[in-house]
């Protein structure tokens, strides 16, 4: 796939804060992109200077391989749908979609077809008198999706379009659009906060924070080999342990030197270790690379997730196999289930969920207090 957008040295600042700090990044044509992370960390904001809505302090950003900064939104091929689908109440189903191409002075005959088959792409067939009002949260998303497509944009941008639907239908209309995305082969660009939305519906995945980027990868990259603390902690669960590496694919961390299979870095040089919570083996202690007292067992459905106390770090197990509380647990760790990173600001802010089992502490003390 070509490069479609790209965003060289992109600065914002709001009231003097900075928002982006000169963010590189390039948008391949059909590409189904998705820009993670927290509220804050500038998501919305390059999404915002993509379509043209806001304008960036310092940068350039191209499309198509032509400088774009200056040209205004209802000029760039891209079309937005908000959190907040700003559909035309006193428009049915037929005149939402068709409401651009009227814009345009479309013909009657060029309205109908397109529409129709927006209609069959987004399943509304039928639909088409219905006023909008009527419809579920999930169906005017798809009427949202399809006025943004009628007019046959390039790109598509989509500032959290599912915030507002309930978690089954959530999950629906993920696989819904990324098969719509699919169907029609253009350029999405997707802003989130839910990282399994991300995981799950994205070719590439941006995470940012404190208004830079991250990581970029794909999902399984993104999953697998996250590069400092920050995605390794806002990428699913992780423990993230300090660590010396010895040599290449040796590393000491609480207390005992483990077989991993990374390389490359400096002899004894400090490190991030993450563990995944799903990749530890509960044992017997005899059995165990590293001991420890389980504090909390959480019941998850499918798995429990147990908090075991490992000489004052807490770290966080997902097993199917059931522990009690206050036991003694073995932990058995394979080498390919051990990744390092460098050093990095957000080094010794995560992994570690002291915060969790204290928290469960103080909700059981809470309980207690109120049954006195």
């Given at each position: 796939m070509s490069k479609l957008i790209e965003l060289k040295g992109i600065t914002k600042s709001f009231d003097g804060e900075c928002v982006l700090n000169s963010i590189n990044l390039y948008i391949r044509d059909g590409e189904f992109i998705t820009l993670l992370g927290p509220s804050g960390c500038g998501k919305t904001t390059t999404l915002r200077i993509i379509g043209g809505f806001e304008t960036a302090d310092e940068g350039e950003l191209y499309f198509d391989g032509h400088e774009i900064s200056d040209v205004p939104p209802h000029k760039r091929q891209v079309n937005t749908v908000f959190q907040k689908y700003a559909l035309f109440p006193h428009?049915?189903?037929?005149?939402?979609?068709?409401?651009?191409?009227?814009?345009?002075?479309?013909?009657?005959?060029?309205?109908?077809?397109?529409?129709?088959?927006?209609?069959?792409?987004?399943?509304?067939?039928?639909?088409?008198?219905?006023?909008?009002?009527?419809?579920?949260?999930?169906?005017?998303?798809?009427?949202?999706?399809?006025?943004a497509l009628v007019s046959h944009p390039k790109v598509l941008l989509l500032d959290e379009p599912l915030g507002a639907l309930d978690l089954k239908l959530r999950k629906d209309m993920q696989n819904e659009l990324k098969t719509i995305q699919k169907a029609i082969g253009i350029t999405f660009i997707y802003v989130t906060h839910d990282q399994e939305e991300a995981l799950s519906m994205s070719d590439t995945v941006v995470v940012m924070a404190d208004g830079e980027i991250q990581q970029i990868g794909t999902p399984t990259d993104i999953y697998n080999e996250p590069k400092n603390a920050f995605v390794a902690d806002f990428i699913g669960e992780s423990n993230i342990v300090d660590g010396i590496m010895l040599e290449d694919k040796r590393v000491r961390m609480s207390g005992h030197t483990f077989t991993c299979v990374d390389g490359g870095y400096a002899k004894n040089e400090p490190v991030d270790v993450v563990v995944r919570p799903e990749d530890v083996d509960v044992v017997k202690p005899e059995d165990g690379m590293l001991t420890g007292i389980v504090t909390n067992v959480t019941f998850k459905g499918v798995h429990y997730e147990i908090i075991v106390d490992i000489g004052g770090f807490k770290w966080m197990i997902q097993s199917t196999d059931y522990v009690a509380p206050d036991e003694k647990i073995g932990l058995f760790i394979e080498p390919d289930a051990i990744h390092i990173m460098k050093k990095s600001k957000y080094s010794g802010m995560f992994g570690d969920y002291s915060s969790f089992s204290d928290e469960i502490d103080q909700l059981s003390d809470a309980d207690t207090a109120e049954e006195f």
């Amino acid at each position: 796939m070509s490069k479609l957008i790209e965003l060289k040295g992109i600065t914002k600042s709001f009231d003097g804060e900075c928002v982006l700090n000169s963010i590189n990044l390039y948008i391949r044509d059909g590409e189904f992109i998705t820009l993670l992370g927290p509220s804050g960390c500038g998501k919305t904001t390059t999404l915002r200077i993509i379509g043209g809505f806001e304008t960036a302090d310092e940068g350039e950003l191209y499309f198509d391989g032509h400088e774009i900064s200056d040209v205004p939104p209802h000029k760039r091929q891209v079309n937005t749908v908000f959190q907040k689908y700003a559909l035309f109440p006193h428009l049915n189903v037929y005149e939402n979609i068709a409401f651009p191409l009227r814009m345009k002075k479309f013909s009657e005959e060029d309205i109908k077809t397109r529409v129709t088959d927006m209609l069959k792409m987004v399943a509304l067939v039928g639909f088409e008198n219905k006023s909008v009002s009527t419809l579920s949260g999930g169906q005017q998303q798809r009427v949202a999706i399809a006025r943004a497509l009628v007019s046959h944009p390039k790109v598509l941008l989509l500032d959290e379009p599912l915030g507002a639907l309930d978690l089954k239908l959530r999950k629906d209309m993920q696989n819904e659009l990324k098969t719509i995305q699919k169907a029609i082969g253009i350029t999405f660009i997707y802003v989130t906060h839910d990282q399994e939305e991300a995981l799950s519906m994205s070719d590439t995945v941006v995470v940012m924070a404190d208004g830079e980027i991250q990581q970029i990868g794909t999902p399984t990259d993104i999953y697998n080999e996250p590069k400092n603390a920050f995605v390794a902690d806002f990428i699913g669960e992780s423990n993230i342990v300090d660590g010396i590496m010895l040599e290449d694919k040796r590393v000491r961390m609480s207390g005992h030197t483990f077989t991993c299979v990374d390389g490359g870095y400096a002899k004894n040089e400090p490190v991030d270790v993450v563990v995944r919570p799903e990749d530890v083996d509960v044992v017997k202690p005899e059995d165990g690379m590293l001991t420890g007292i389980v504090t909390n067992v959480t019941f998850k459905g499918v798995h429990y997730e147990i908090i075991v106390d490992i000489g004052g770090f807490k770290w966080m197990i997902q097993s199917t196999d059931y522990v009690a509380p206050d036991e003694k647990i073995g932990l058995f760790i394979e080498p390919d289930a051990i990744h390092i990173m460098k050093k990095s600001k957000y080094s010794g802010m995560f992994g570690d969920y002291s915060s969790f089992s204290d928290e469960i502490d103080q909700l059981s003390d809470a309980d207690t207090a109120e049954e006195f």
